[in-house]
């Protein structure tokens, strides 16, 4: 037995024990790690067991929730993984769900939804929360309810000389300033508390068209949204769909346009902001109506994996007619593009407004954002897929705005890439925080970690 698994209430395995692939294995298919050792740590204890035999062995330290951002192999060090810890609590008087570092969306949707409240979740229920909210977090509510990370109230972290810290607005205000969308290099992270919303109405779903009517779904899409409401988000994905049994029949070995749409409201006026949409074109699957909030994540439809995965992703500043034409010039049902998807987000709204006492997210500034999902073939992932995105990327580039958001790059980036994650000026004061947390660089983190 390894010398450290006397102190932990977890697992403790090197890369020779049975269990060791199902503990390291995650969301992302095409990975596999293999450090030096993984701790399936159960409780806060046995995270600062983890870190502190890590700092004595010189171990660099990684974390894992679900591996929905695991863009790269993990080939050396400790991986700590979090998922033994999954308690969420709620507190329907205070609007507060306190959550553990391995808990997904979907147990903090199922906790509060019986007291008719709501987290502001991302736009896939498997992803974690703690994960999600360190980046920040832009989901199908992003223009109603602003970034996730607005909502962090309170985090406990363990720092890498294996203190226990309590980061929230009144204690240790820089740590948790740096929490709210700086991702990493900050400790790990053991519980959070976020706050909840009052959620009695929802109108959302999605609206499906065939391929075919991509340009003027589009081009419409883009024109109503110079004016919507700032408390409607919605997207557009155009996805060329294998031909696979785990593909619903309807959609199946198809290009379709799906166009989804939030609305925190009543059905009524639901409708009413959706009728230019719903005449754009033929709407061949109308999934859109008065939703439990309990169902957020049927808005996007997202896969829960596993799934080989790589993405590249970037802001972008208001789009125009152009913009609808050069998109579906490059990627329509014969494109040689080896994409399986291009998402579309509209920004503004509640996520261009910091909170008070300000937070370190990167991308507040961006009119919409962009994903393309990569043909799901490990095999394209080391060269086909980067060249296709960059010379996809140049295409746009008119678009693409400077600064970034982390969650959006979704493959392993190049520092320059790493760094328009955040303005210039939080780049700088993120740093700095990880000095003070973490002097010796026990926490593997940044673009070539
Ligand atoms: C299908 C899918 C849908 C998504 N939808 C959205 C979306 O709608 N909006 C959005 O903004 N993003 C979205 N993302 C991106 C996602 O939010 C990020 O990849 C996020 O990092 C996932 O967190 P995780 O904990 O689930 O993943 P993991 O891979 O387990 O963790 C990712 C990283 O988070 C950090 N981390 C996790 N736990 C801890 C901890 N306890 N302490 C310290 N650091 C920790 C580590 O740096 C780790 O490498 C999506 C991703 C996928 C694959």
């Known amino acids: 037995m390894h010398e450290l698994a006397a102190q932990i209430e977890g697992v403790v395995l090197e890369p020779s024990d049975p269990g060791f692939a199902a503990e390291v294995a995650g969301f992302n298919a095409a990975v596999s790690h293999t450090p ?36 790269v192999a993990v080939a050396d060090g400790l991986l700590i993984t979090t998922t033994r810890m999954d308690a969420v609590t709620v507190d329907p008087r205070r609007r507060v769900a306190t959550v553990q570092a391995g808990a997904r969306w979907a147990a903090v949707v199922a906790a509060a939804s019986p007291h008719g409240l709501a987290p502001i979740t991302g736009s896939a229920a498997s992803v974690g929360v703690v994960g999600y909210l360190l980046g920040g977090g832009l989901g199908p509510l992003a223009r109603s309810h602003g970034f996730s990370s607005d909502r962090l109230l309170a985090a406990t972290v363990v720092t890498a000389d294996g203190d226990i810290v309590d980061a929230s607005p009144t204690g240790d205000a820089e740590l948790f300033w740096a929490l709210r969308g700086g991702k990493g290099g900050l400790g790990v992270v053991t519980e959070i508390r976020v706050g909840l919303v009052d959620l009695p109405q929802l109108y959302a779903g999605s609206l499906t068209f065939d391929g075919a009517h991509a340009e003027a779904v589009l081009r419409g899409w883009i024109d109503w ?49 959706a009728a230019p949409l719903r005449a754009l074109a033929p709407v061949e699957i109308d999934a859109l109506d008065a ?17 080989p995965s790589w993405g590249w992703g970037a802001l972008l500043t208001p789009l125009d007619q152009e913009f609808a034409s050069t998109l579906t010039s490059l990627f329509h049902p014969s494109a040689p593009l080896p994409f399986l998807g291009i998402e579309l987000r509209h920004l503004g709204g509640a996520v261009a407004l910091d909170v008070e006492g300000g937070s370190a997210v990167g991308g507040r500034e961006g009119a919409f954002a962009i994903h393309v999902l990569g043909a799901p073939d490990p095999s394209l992932f080391a060269e086909v897929l980067p060249r296709a995105a960059a010379g996809f990327a140049e295409a746009i580039r008119a678009w693409i705005a400077p600064a970034t958001n982390i969650h959006w790059i979704s493959h392993l980036p190049e520092a320059v890439e790493f760094a328009s994650a955040w303005p210039e000026a939080t780049f700088t004061r993120l740093a700095e925080v990880r000095r003070r947390v973490d002097p010796a660089g026990v926490f593997a983190y940044g673009p070539h970690a």
């Open 36 to 71: 030096t050792l993984v701790v399936g740590a159960a409780s806060a204890a046995d995270v600062v067991a983890a870190v502190r035999y890590a700092a004595e062995h010189s171990l660099p330290v990684r974390v894992q929730a679900t591996g929905h951002g695991a863009h």
């Open 291 to 307: 939703l439990p909030i309990a169902d957020v994540a049927r808005i996007h439809g997202d896969p829960s994996g596993p799934l």
């Open 225 to 273: 949204s110079a004016s919507a409401p700032d408390d409607v988000t919605t997207s557009v994905a155009l996805m060329r769909f294998p031909d696979l049994d785990v593909v619903p029949a309807e959609v199946r070995g198809r290009f379709v346009v799906a166009l989804r749409l939030a609305y925190p409201g009543a059905a009524a006026d639901g409708e009413r902001l």
